[in-house]
Each structure stands twice: as structure tokens, then as C-alpha cells.
């Protein structure tokens, strides 16, 4: 996590930019790249991607680490912060690259420019540095996420920072001013300045004790919290104007630690002022000062904000009327109760049409067992074999897979009645004369029959099979590092020559 050397970032090709965003793609489910994977990722014209890989892993925009278990290529800190700003300057928003002037526990600060010349303030987020590890208690960035990559939490953090900046600065606030984003990266305005740690002297210390004082209540009754209001996080320019910076920890007014966040904040400007200008007034605001005015927190998705929560503040506020809530509220169940309605139908005719499958593929294999079985004019009989035969001899074949792709329309259901009431009565028809009219009494007695003929617990057993063969069928197969030597085989190499060094223990040659 050095400083950033942006030096190579003129010489890097399509090429290479290609492989590192593979890389990135690959590490949302692996922790380490294989070479194969980023090969079919990057999908280059004339492959070569085992020598790219190289050449940046040489730069240092890649890690080629090699596990017990795995090999693979990981993204560093460095490639993560070309690939952020080549979209920058893809975009005009920096086209030069300056000097650092910052250096945080979460955050490295850069100067850049435009195309115009315009001077900014570039801020590349640096979760995970051994000085701030405690995310989870800190932050809610994890959320149901049990260990997340430190790459990626920092572009949580510099998501919810411009969006914070914005707001803020919308609604009038003294904050810098926002200009773009990509990744990690948050371009702002460069404040002509330092920051309060740094001033000795002021010449009215009540009018900036007042202004921070007022700062917070503002920021509070518009339903946000900093959380983190210091000498550190306010900037005095040259005129003497607070500006107000870093915004990943804010929190909602409605959050259950806000007044132990709001008093922290008011406590920290107090003490600040009485240790460095000896400035303690009895006037400071508190938690129930606060007065709502608007609803910057629903804004912004506020941390501590349910959605409950939300739709109470914009009742409040006269965002939104009770009526049209209550509406909103029947649609919603109206068109859950459909939902489950069109479930239940599909389901039911999911089943339907298994049975007919079934019906169909075994009566023409069964034809001519029932037509030469003996006929004793007994019609329970003969369609209780035909059900048995079904049921416990012809379900063992079952080709479940083309059922289940005709399963897209009530048309297809349709299609193999018909088909089952036309074998049934080629089957019938082929016999002797005779008995005619006994067939078409059994034959009519069979049309009518319900969807109980097959248990519903076959089906299903059947469905899951038949699923079960399809994704085993779509499962790629299994990927193996090229290029570089195999964990597993490694594993064996070196096995036998321990075994080959420990013969001489043993007396053997």
C-alpha cells in the first residue's frame, strides 16, 4: 500500500487493461484467479495472456500467489487504482497526476487535474490497513457478507461517500464540491486550505466555535449524523470557512446509537477548542435539539434506516399521502395473492403434463402386451393391469427431460391428451370384434379417469431426478491451472521425494 507510481500507466495496451478487469470479473467468487479462467474471461483475438500476466505481475499490478490447495493471480492495490483511473481519463476528468498531500487511516490523497487545467483533489480508499481492520463493528459495509475482499469494501466506502457529498452539497452544505467517482477512486474539489489540526490562531474563536456548533445541528436536522466531526475531518480555508470532509461513517438520525454519535461529535469540538484555544463555553447543543426538516438519511439509504422507518419520515414530512399508501399496500397483496395463484396453476399443470408423458411414451410400448392379454369382459381388470404396468414397470424408463421441456404451455397438455385418447383406442381397436362394445365401456371409463392415476410423490421424484441429470450436464468441468505447476501435483512431486530421501533409514537401495 506504497505510494502510487502512475508512471506505467501510458505504456499499458487494451490488452493489459483487458486481463486486469478478467482478473477483477474472476475475483467476485475466487480468491485466486487460475490462468485458464482469466484466459476465458479476457477472450483475447491471439491469446497470449500467460505473458500479459507476467508482465504485470512484474509491474506489480497482479500477485501470482501459490496456496496449498490452489494457484491463482490476484489483483493488488496498484492494478485496482489503474483500472479506476483509466476510466477517469477515458472520461476527461484526470488527465494529470500530482503530488500526495494526505495520507489517512482509510484513505490516500492525490492532486489531479483536468483537461482544462483545473486542479482536483483525487481520494483512493485504502480499507484494510493494519491500523483500521474493525470494520464490522465500525461500518455496516459487510452486512450479510461473512468475509468480503478489502477491494471491495473500499468501493462500498467511496460509493456512499459521493453519494454523502452530493446530498450534502445540494442542500447547501459546506462541503467539497463532488465530480466524479469510479471504483475506489472519489474525484472532489480541491478546498484552498488545511485542515483544523494544523491552525494555531484564529481571529474570532467564539464565531468558529458557533459555526461547527450550528454545522452539527444542521447535519442533524436534516436527519444525518457525521459521527466522526473533528479537528481532522474540518478544513479552514484561507478566508477562514469551515469546509466539512469525510462522510463514509455517517449515520441516520434514527439509528440506535445516534445520540451517542451526536454527543461524540459535540464532545470532540469542545475539547478540541479548550485544549488548543483555551475556549470553553457553557452553551453546546444536544440530542434533543434536533428538529427535522428534511430527510437527507431516506435520501441516501442512511445507515440505521428500515424501510418502515422510511415511510414514517416521508408521512411526516408530507412527501407522501396516506391514501396512496394504503393503495400501494392492496396492490401489493393483490398481486401477491395472483402470484401464488399463477404458481399453484403452473404447478398443477407442471403435473398434468408429467402424467401425460408418462401415459404417452408407455402406451405404445405396452400395445401389444394388452392387446394379446385375454379378454374375460372384466373391465376393472384390464384398466387395473394397465395402471399397474405403468406404475411399476414403465416408470423405470421414463425420459423425464422431454416433459419437462414441454412443460412451457397449456397447448402441449392439450397435444398429448389427444395423443393418450388415440393410443387408448388404437390399443382397443386392434382386438377381436367381439367384444366392441365391452372395450368402449372400459375406453370411456378410462377417458374420464382424473390425474390421480400416477401418485404425485412419483412425479416429484421423477422432476428432481431429471433436474438433478440437467446440472450435472450444465457443470463446467473442472478448470485446471495451465502454465504454472498444478497444487496437486506439486503436492505428489514432493511427496516422492521425501520418500526417496527417507530410503536410506531404512537400509533399502
Given amino acids: 500500500m506504497g505510494k502510487l507510481n502512475v508512471a506505467i500507466l501510458r505504456y499499458l495496451t487494451s490488452e493489459d487493461f483487458r486481463v486486469l478487469t478478467a482478473i477483477e470479473m474472476g475475483m467476485k467468487n475466487h480468491e485466486l484467479v487460475p490462468e485458464s479462467l482469466a484466459a476465458q474471461i479476457a477472450n483475447l483475438r491471439y491469446g497470449g495472456v500467460h505473458k500479459l500476466l507476467k508482465e504485470l505481475c512484474r509491474h506489480r499490478l497482479l500477485s501470482y500467489e501459490r496456496g496449498k490447495n490452489y494457484d491463482g493471480y490476484r489483483l493488488t492495490n496498484a492494478g485496482y487504482d489503474y483500472l479506476a483511473l483509466k476510466v477517469l481519463a477515458q472520461r476527461g476528468t484526470v488527465t494529470s497526476f500530482g503530488n500526495q498531500i494526505g495520507v489517512g487511516k482509510e484513505s490516500n490523497i492525490y492532486i489531479v487535474a483536468n483537461d482544462d487545467g483545473d486542479s482536483a483533489c483525487l481520494k483512493l480508499h485504502r480499507l484494510g490497513r493494519t491500523c483500521f481492520r474493525n470494520i464490522k463493528s465500525k461500518r455496516d459495509y459487510h452486512q450479510h457478507r461473512k468475509s ?43 478546498v484552498e486550505g488545511g485542515p483544523l489540526c494544523g491552525v494555531h490562531k484564529v481571529d474570532d474563536v467564539g464565531l468558529l466555535y458557533d ?4 454545522l452539527i445541528v444542521k447535519l442533524g436536522n436534516h436527519g444525518v449524523i457525521h459521527s466522526d466531526f473533528n479537528e481532522f475531518n474540518v478544513m479552514i480555508t484561507n478566508s477562514g470557512k469551515p469546509i466539512l470532509i469525510d462522510f463514509p461513517q455517517m449515520i441516520s438520525t434514527e439509528h440506535v446509537e445516534a445520540a451517542t454519535y451526536f454527543e461524540r461529535d459535540v464532545k470532540c469540538v469542545r475539547d478540541f477548542f479548550k485544549r488548543r484555544f483555551a475556549y470553553e463555553s457553557e ?45 400501494e399496500d392492496e396492490c401489493s397483496e393483490n398481486a401477491s395473492e395472483e402470484d401464488k395463484s399463477t404458481d399453484e396453476s403452473e404447478i398443477n399443470c407442471v403435473q398434468l403434463q408429467v402424467e401425460n408423458s408418462v401415459r404417452s411414451e408407455f402406451m405404445c410400448t405396452s400395445k401389444e402386451t394388452f392387446v394379446n392379454a385375454k379378454v374375460n369382459g372384466k373391465k376393472d381388470s384390464i384398466v387395473k393391469s394397465l395402471e399397474d404396468y405403468i406404475i411399476e414397470e414403465g416408470v423405470k424408463n421414463i425420459d423425464i427431460n422431454k416433459s419437462v421441456k414441454s412443460l412451457t404451455s397449456i397447448k402441449s397438455y392439450d397435444s398429448n391428451e389427444k395423443q393418450n385418447e388415440e393410443t387408448i383406442n388404437s390399443v382397443f381397436d386392434d382386438t377381436e370384434t367381439s367384444d366392441v362394445e365391452e372395450f368402449s365401456d372400459s375406453r370411456s371409463m378410462y377417458s374420464n379417469m382424473t390425474n390421480t392415476t400416477i401418485a404425485p410423490e412419483l412425479i416429484k421424484k421423477k422432476v428432481k431426478i431429471a433436474l438433478e441429470k440437467r446440472g450435472k450436464k450444465e457443470q463446467s468441468k473442472r478448470i485446471l491451472v495451465k502454465g504454472e505447476a498444478n497444487a496437486v501435483t506439486r503436492t505428489r512431486r514432493e511427496n516422492r521425494d521425501i520418500i526417496k530421501q527417507s530410503t536410506g533409514i531404512w537400509g533399502w537401495e
Avoid at 162 to 176: E, N, R, T, W
Avoid at 211 to 214: D, F, I, Y
Avoid at 294 to 323: H, P, R, W, Y
Wanted: one cysteine or more; a negative charge; glycine letters at 4%.
Fill in 148 to 190: 468480503p475482499s478489502w477491494l471491495y469494501l473500499s468501493r462500498i466506502s467511496a460509493t456512499r461517500e459521493y453519494a454523502y457529498m452530493k446530498a450534502l452539497y445540494d442542500g447547501g452544505f459546506p462541503v467539497p464540491k463532488p465530480i466524479d467517482f469510479n471504483r475506489h477512486c472519489v474525484v472532489m474539489e480541491l
Fill in 211 to 214: 459555526e461547527l456548533m450550528n
Fill in 283 to 327: 452553551l453546546y447543543p444536544t440530542f434533543h435539539d434536533i428538529l427535522r426538516e428534511d430527510c437527507i438519511d431516506v435520501e441516501i439509504k442512511a445507515s440505521g434506516l428500515t424501510k418502515q422507518m422510511e415511510k414514517d419520515l416521508l408521512k411526516e414530512m408530507g412527501m407522501i399521502e396516506v391514501e396512496d399508501e394504503e393503495t
